[in-house]
């Protein structure tokens, strides 16, 4: 079941992409005590999330902090070295936190895994974006296969 307003953020570890490499992180120590925003994607380098998602957030990153974000953080079922080389391309500095899912077993818990095994892409997280305070989320938004509206920045902008 795809997870929903007011549910807990499920217990996980995720990797995220640093300048001196990989680092592990649960969701526990992501999301404890703030107020973050998570966004997830098909995939690193891909066209809609390298020309429009993660550019988004880096270019809403002020206007996200001024209305309560602590955090902003990127997902994609990927490793850790592709996260950081993307975030390094898109130019994220300390915008975003660049996070790898590589098994998608935090995408499943989340409910949100999208199965492109049929186009070589294997399972994959679907466009999202979520707000959480504290482990719980307040604000959940899933993207139709192909949109690109509800997930965006501004749409998490007005939502918080």
């Known amino acids: 079941m795809t997870i929903q307003v007011g549910d807990s953020i499920p217990s996980a570890k995720l990797v995220q992409g640093t300048a001196e490499g990989p680092k592990e992180i649960s969701t526990e120590e992501l999301f404890g005590g ?3 925003v998570l966004f997830g994607v098909p995939g690193a380098f891909t066209p809609t999330c390298s020309a429009k998602h ?4 880096v270019q809403n990153f002020e206007a996200l902090k001024g209305k309560g974000a602590d955090v902003v953080a990127c997902m994609a079922v990927n490793d ?3 996260m950081g080389a993307w975030g390094k391309d898109q130019a994220v500095g300390d915008k975003v936190v660049m ?3 590589g098994s998608a077993a935090f995408t499943k818990a989340l ?3 999208l199965d492109l095994t049929a186009r070589g892409l294997g399972v994959r997280c679907q466009r999202f974006a979520l ?3 504290n482990g719980k989320v307040t604000h959940v938004a899933v993207e139709a296969p192909g949109a690109f ?6 749409s998490i ?4």
């Open 34 to 36: 703030k107020t973050v």
């Open 54 to 57: 993660l550019p988004g957030y």
């Open 80 to 82: 850790a070295f592709v």
């Open 99 to 101: 996070l790898a899912d």
């Open 111 to 113: 409910g949100l895994e």
């Open 131 to 133: 707000v959480a305070k």
């Open 149 to 154: 509206e509800v997930s965006k920045a501004e």
């Open 157 to 160: 902008l007005a939502a918080l």
